[in-house]
């Protein structure tokens, strides 16, 4: 049996990947422990999550300091206040400076709602439609200094309809992200994640099973 692994979450704003978080705390699949949640954003709509669920949370609004660095510093304190082992990153919508990555070496997951490297930064649902893949999806990697850049732990695609709008492909894309976000930070949990380089491997995992997806599905061949 390993022990739960105690993170802290970052939020900017809605809240919907804590939310799943906290649901597969509860309900006993992941093994992880909210210490606390941090909000660059007052109004985020995440805290009212925290709330229903007892959940420390603190806002620390970066317009109140005069540098990221000093922002920066508050974060570290704060999640450091707590025994945080892992950051998670859930919609947190700040560059962090490089202090930042320095206080959590390769303890910092981030999720992105691209398949990386396509489509890193923000609007991404609208910039995966416009250039007219087939695919997107979304990303949980380890996170490092850069705009989503960091060695990557698990994607899901998905397919692109002809018919989607930004919200309908946001919306199948996120269904995605509540899903291997827990199963990203349950591998680390477990004590799973081997970093070679880029390169993560998970320890003990049988590989998929079918590995070839078609979008539009092939008619004869
Ligand atoms: C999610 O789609 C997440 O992947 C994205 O923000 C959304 C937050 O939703 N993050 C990024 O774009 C970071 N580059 P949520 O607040 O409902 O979890």
Wanted: with cysteine; aromatic share 8%; glycine share 6%.
């Amino acid at each position: 049996m390993h022990k739960k692994v105690d993170i802290g979450v970052l939020v900017s704003g809605s809240g919907s990947n804590l939310q799943s978080l906290i649901n597969h705390i509860e309900s006993g699949k992941l093994d992880a422990e909210i210490k606390i949640v941090v909000s660059n954003n007052p109004d985020a709509y995440a805290l009212e999550r925290c709330r229903n669920h007892h959940i420390p949370f603190s806002v620390i609004e970066h317009r109140q300091y005069a540098s990221r660095e000093e922002f920066d510093r508050r974060l570290i304190d704060a999640l450091n206040s707590v025994g945080t082992e892992l950051v998670v990153m859930a919609g947190f919508m700040r560059i962090l400076s490089s202090e930042f990555f320095k206080a959590f070496p390769l303890r910092i997951m981030n999720i992105h709602p691209a398949l990386l490297p396509a489509f890193p930064g923000t609007h991404v649902q609208k910039k995966a439609l416009d250039y007219g893949v087939k695919f997107s999806g979304c990303t949980v990697h380890f996170a490092e200094e850069g705009v989503d850049t960091g060695p990557i732990i698990i994607q899901s695609a998905v397919p692109v309809y002809d018919d989607d709008s930004d919200d309908t492909l946001a919306e199948r894309i996120l269904r995605e992200e509540h899903r291997i976000y827990p199963q990203a930070i349950q591998f680390y949990a477990e004590g799973r994640l081997k970093i070679d380089g880029r390169r993560v491997l998970i320890i003990d995992n049988p590989g998929p099973s079918d590995s070839v997806l078609h979008n539009p599905p092939l008619e004869r061949f």
